[in-house]
């Protein structure tokens, strides 16, 4: 069974950081699509971050410059480095893992609260 699971969310001043790391439970780790989103109340679920199995990545706009993804394939792991925060980053992060040539295989972790305020 695939498990993701989030941590290292928290409460943090306006540009303050944090990182989030994303532990995922299975095989073949090394061919799966990454990502981080996020959900803030009210809102759709958006793309903030990715890094493909190839290790090309991809940032939202508005956090180009202040976060970065990363991924480990021996440990299994994702993290994302958030500097810089802003109010308007607060919200749920989820992590994601596709596998790169069948997008049936979609998983998700269950979220970690990020709360950006004085």
């Known amino acids: 069974q695939v498990q993701l699971v989030e941590s290292g969310g928290g409460s943090v001043q306006p540009g303050g950081s944090l990182r989030l790391s994303c532990v995922v439970s299975?095989?073949?780790?090394?061919?799966?699509?990454l990502a981080w989103y996020r959900q803030a109340p009210g809102e759709q679920r958006e793309l903030v971050a990715s890094v493909t199995s190839s290790h090309n990545t991809n940032y939202k706009d508005s956090v180009k410059g202040r976060f970065t993804i990363s991924r480990d394939d021996d440990k299994n792991t994702m993290s994302l480095q958030m500097n810089s925060l802003k109010p308007e980053d607060t919200a749920v992060y989820y992590c994601n893992a596709q596998h790169r040539a069948n997008d049936a295989m979609d998983y998700w972790g269950r979220g970690t609260q990020v709360t950006v305020a004085l």
């Open positions: 299975m095989i073949l780790f090394r061919v799966y699509d």
